[in-house]
């Protein structure tokens, strides 16, 4: 009896042992098919530069320096680090004026759960060099302004304290370009100076890549045209014309 025991433990050691192996070794084919998808890109890939850090791309779109960073999870609990972190210029956005998120994670922040989560919240931001009061005061202060197209009013809420950033920001293009990545769960933290994107999916192969970049400058052209646009008309004392939107 205690032969068989030993046998069958013994199998299941082998089999563990093997399919960790075989993990492993897609993981490495996996990163270096990515690493290859960068260097073609002329971009740059760092193989764990940081404690905590798995992977960080550097690369530069249509004159947006940009960082990408994959985090190795924190605690059990902490539900908002992301798999993948884009944030362009390399540094993280101040003021929060608009955050796009899924339905339950925006419903949590404002629901029973809210203190807690932001609590969670803060701590991800501190470990990324953001600011925790600002995600507090926005939350208290943001309202639900104005939904992507009816398409997409199950995906996401957007919370923003500017109704007209939103509409810039969230303009066509970017609507057409979420709704082409349905697998993927995306948070937009944004300000009139930066932005930063988190992404979840299930790998970040070379197509995910290329629409993570691809999206991450759009949105920040998007928030630069209206912050130019604002200080200019700002100046001047005019208002800020609506951009045309897509059909609901």
Sequence with gaps: MTFLVLLVLAILLVLAVSSFSRYRQEQRARNDELR????QQGWRYEDRPLRGVETRIRGERDGIAWTLEQHNPAAADDLTTPTWLWLADASPC??????LLDPPSADAMRGVLGEAVIRIAEKSLGQIGGSGTNLRQFFERARESIFLDSTLQTRFK???LDAGFARHLLDPAAEQALLE??????T??????NIILRLTCAELDTDNLRRLVDLGALLTRNVRRYDAQRRCLDAAGAPLAKPPRSPV
């Design 158 to 160: 957007v919370l923003t």
């Design 36 to 39: 290859q998808a960068v260097t």
């Design 181 to 186: 990545w349905p697998d993927a769960r995306i």
């Design 188 to 193: 937009v933290q944004a300000s009139r100076h």
């Design 94 to 99: 101040g003021e929060i004026e608009l955050m």
